[in-house]
Every structure is written in C-alpha cells, then in structure tokens.
C-alpha cells in the first residue's frame, strides 16, 4: 500500500510559478513509477507528466512541455511538478499517482494509487 500527499497549489498569476510537491509513504514507495494529473471544472482527468522510479526519461503533455517540469527525490520520497509560465487554462486540481509498470502513463485508469489531490489557480 502506498500513501500519496500533495501539496504546493494556490493561487497565481498569469506568467508566475509554482512547484507541487507529493509526497509518498509506504513499502517501496521510491520504486513507483509517477505522474501528474490534473482536472479542471467539468472536464475529463488528464495527463500531465511521469517519471520513472529509476533511470529514464520524463514524458509530458504537449499543453505543458517547456514549461513544467517533473522530478524526483528518491532518498526523500518526494516527487515535485515546477510549473513555470502559468496561465489560466492551468488552472485545475492536480493529482500525484503511482504506477508499477512504467507503460501507457498518460492514462490515469493504468495507476494504482491516488494523492487527494491540490488546487491551482491561475488569474488573468
């Protein structure tokens, strides 16, 4: 069983930056795969980023790359989203999630475990 917190989200203006941080508790927790999610208000969950427990490149979606950036601290059990050059169409609840197998991460029915999730809000 793992445990997901996420933190971070709040309220900023268009063009600023936040960094969402998640953090992970139970057995193995640091050997999970990870993503980013985010739903907006009537709107579909979507993909926003995953990262590999080991070695490994980042995937991101289009409608964030360049500027959102996933990382990892294993020995911390953390697992960050620096979100650069908001705007308000980021606005949305994200969500960390975990997955064992590093394969179709951008669909949120392929994870595991869920964090309850925390609100960005981006101003015009």
């Known amino acids: 069983q793992v445990q997901l917190v996420e933190s971070g989200g709040g309220l900023v203006q268009a063009g600023g930056s936040l960094r969402l941080s998640c953090g992970t508790t139970?057995?193995?927790?640091?050997?999970?795969?990870m993503g980013w999610f985010r739903q907006a208000p009537g709107k579909e969950r979507e993909f926003v980023a995953a990262i590999p427990w080991g070695s490994g490149s980042a995937v991101y979606a289009n409608s964030v790359k360049g500027r959102f950036t996933i990382s990892r601290d294993n020995a911390k059990n953390t697992v960050y989203l620096q979100m650069n050059s908001l705007n308000p169409e980021d606005t949305a609840v994200y969500y960390c999630a975990a997955k064992t197998m590093w394969t179709v991460v951008g669909n949120p029915l392929e994870y595991d475990y869920w964090g309850q999730g925390t609100q960005v809000t981006v101003s015009s």
């Open positions: 139970g057995r193995t927790s640091s050997r999970y795969n």
